[in-house]
């Protein structure tokens, strides 16, 4: 079982849907949840940034954290065909980041 | 926020011979770097992680002889693939993480192609 797991989709919606996109993970020390995007054939960006259970907003982007099902989420609300992307999530202890295999994103105009 | 710079985008060399990639963070002090390496369609694989001024720590699997990790300075990282064969052909990512934090902040990779 990998530490880290999300669906690699490839996942379509329509502008202007409500995206959700999720990982789960095995591993009680992680403490810090990231989400990057990532666009073809570039470095990952940093999107999100949380350490604990809870939302956290930033615009149209919101981090889910829930550390007794060890689960995360990132909705997008309103998408644009520019959030098209692979988005991946990360999770970090000890200094490590342990990602998730990435979903792609498709927003279709 | 923070950038970090890569140094080529991409390269294309002839088997044999060696490559060196450079990864600066250009407004802030990376007391450790990280290396990645991407294939098509999957994520992130850590290969190695230095420390300014001590040795690279590598991941299991990665050979420290092929990969030359050398982080010289607060601001610099440099890979160095060493007798590259076509199967070295990949995305290489770096990362650079402060004192103050535990966030990565990542370069925008380096592709390697080599013939």
């Known amino acids: 079982q990998k530490e880290v797991e999300q669906d690699p989709g490839p996942l379509s919606v329509p502008e202007g849907a409500i995206v959700s996109l999720n990982c789960t993970y095995s591993n009680s020390a992680f403490q810090y949840f990231m989400w990057y995007r990532q666009y073809s054939r570039k470095g990952p960006e940093l999107l999100m940034y949380t350490y604990s259970s809870g939302n956290k907003e930033d615009g149209r982007f919101t981090a889910q954290v829930d550390k007794s099902s060890k689960y995360i989420s990132l909705f997008i609300r309103d998408s644009q065909p520019s959030d098209s992307a692979t988005y991946l999530c990360a999770m970090s202890a000890a200094g490590k980041l342990i990602f998730g295999q990435g979903t792609t994103l498709q927003v279709k105009p | 926020g923070a950038v970090v710079s890569q140094h080529p985008s991409w390269v294309i060399c002839k088997s044999g011979t060696s490559v060196k990639i450079e990864c600066r963070s250009l407004?802030?002090?990376?007391?450790?770097m990280f290396w990645y390496r991407q294939f098509p369609k999957q994520s992130l694989m850590l290969m190695a992680t230095s420390n300014e001024g001590s040795k690279a720590t590598y991941e299991q699997g990665v050979e420290k002889d092929k990969f030359l990790i050398n982080h010289a300075s607060l601001t610099l990282s440099t890979l160095t693939v060493t007798s590259a064969h076509p199967e070295d052909s990949s995305f290489y990512i770096c990362s650079a993480m402060g004192s103050t934090t535990d966030t990565q902040y990542f370069g925008p990779g380096t592709r390697l192609t080599v013939l």
């Open positions: 407004d802030f002090q990376a007391t450790t």
